[in-house]
Nanobody, 124 residues
């Protein structure tokens, strides 16, 4: 069983930055891709970014140039640095763990384990 715990969410002004972290309990963390998704009220869960075990990254178009996904395999942790936050970015952000090694995995059904989510709020 894999446990994922997100942290780092909060309230930030538009144009500001936040760094989300996701700590994983998996012994095989360094061998599989990780993803970040977000879900706003009344909307479907949306892909944000993903990173392979070799640090190759992939982003949805709306966050390219603003968000950066990274991972520290020694710490079993994946990060999402969010800069230039916009009013359309608020959501609950989730990290996810993907055992199928599909790349890029951009659909929620492709991921096997999920964190509990962390709320990101952007004030205008």
């Amino acid at each position: 069983q894999v446990q994922l715990v997100e942290s780092g969410g909060g309230l930030v002004q538009a144009g500001g930055s936040l760094r989300l972290s996701c700590a994983a309990s998996a012994r095989t963390f360094s061998s599989y891709p990780m993803g970040w998704f977000r879900q706003a009220p009344g909307k479907e869960r949306q892909f944000v970014a993903a990173i392979t075990w070799t640090h190759t990254t992939y982003y949805t178009d709306s966050v390219k140039g603003r968000f950066t996904v990274s991972r520290d395999n020694a710490k079993n942790t994946v990060y999402l640095q969010m800069n230039s936050l916009k009013p359309e970015d608020p959501a609950v952000y989730y990290c996810a763990y993907e055992l199928g090694r599909r790349w890029p995995a951009t659909s929620p059904w492709e991921y096997n384990y999920w964190g509990q989510g962390t709320q990101v709020t952007v004030s205008s």
